[in-house]
Nanobody, 122 residues
Framework: QVHLVESGGGLVQAGGSLRLSCAAS????????MGWFRQAPGKEREFVGR????????FHADSVKGRFTISRDNAKNTVSLQMNSLKPEDTAVYYC???????????????WGQGTQVTVSS
């Protein structure tokens, strides 16, 4: 059974940093594209970043570019999201996802974690 488990969320003041991690099991992790998404109350789930199976290709949404960095460790079956210079508008539930396509659309990802809450106070 495939499981994706996010961790590292919490409450942080504006300008602070958090590092989210996602541990994967039950799938050939190194062959999957991994993505990060977020969803704020009353809003649609939005793409944050993605990284290829090898880690050689990555892409971040314009809203977080220069502040967030996605990375992966295939030996540990984990993907991370380093978040710096956090803003109140970054407040959301953050989800990691696994898929077989290098894409930004959530519909193209096959497996999802339960999410971890990130709250940024002003």
């Amino acid at each position: 059974q495939v499981h994706l488990v996010e961790s590292g969320g919490g409450l942080v003041q504006a300008g602070g940093s958090l590092r989210l991690s996602c541990a994967a099991s039950g799938l050939p992790f190194s062959t999957y594209v991994m993505g990060w998404f977020r969803q704020a109350p009353g809003k649609e789930r939005e793409f944050v970043g993605r990284i290829s199976w090898s880690g050689g290709s990555f892409f971040h949404a314009d809203s977080v570019k220069g502040r967030f960095t996605i990375s992966r460790d295939n030996a540990k079956n984990t993907v991370s999201l380093q978040m710096n210079s956090l803003k109140p508008e970054d407040t959301a539930v953050y989800y990691c996802a696994a898929g077989t396509r290098y894409a930004a659309r959530p519909q193209l990802y096959d497996y999802w974690g339960q999410g971890t809450q990130v709250t940024v106070s002003s």
